[in-house]
């Protein structure tokens, strides 16, 4: 039986994801609070970083369903 935390590591794009999300999210949202400017590149890259976690925990899941048991 595969932990949570194994899941995690086997999988690199959520890695991904998440340091895009984590990154250009913040900087978005700071650049946004601080100049009151929108960054359309944080912006891409953050929902990219999105994209990219929201698949791969649909992925997951989709797996998971579809194994007879």
Same mark, same amino acid.
């Given at each position: 039986?595969?932990?949570?935390?194994?899941? $995690?590591?086997?999988?690199?794009? #959520?890695?991904?994801?998440?340091?895009?999300?984590?990154? $250009?999210? #913040?900087?978005?949202?700071?650049?946004?609070?601080?100049?009151?400017? $929108?960054? #359309?590149?944080?912006?891409?890259?953050?929902?990219?970083?999105? #994209?990219?976690?929201?698949?791969?925990?649909?992925?997951?899941?989709?797996?998971?369903?579809?194994?007879?048991?």
């Amino acid at each position: 039986m595969d932990s949570k935390l194994s899941w $995690f590591m086997k999988n690199p794009a #959520i890695y991904l994801g998440t340091i895009l999300l984590l990154t $250009f999210g #913040i900087k978005l949202s700071l650049g946004y609070m601080r100049e009151r400017e $929108f960054y #359309i590149l944080d912006l891409m890259c953050s929902t990219i970083g999105l #994209i990219t976690v929201v698949v791969s925990i649909t992925k997951k899941v989709s797996n998971k369903t579809s194994k007879p048991t």
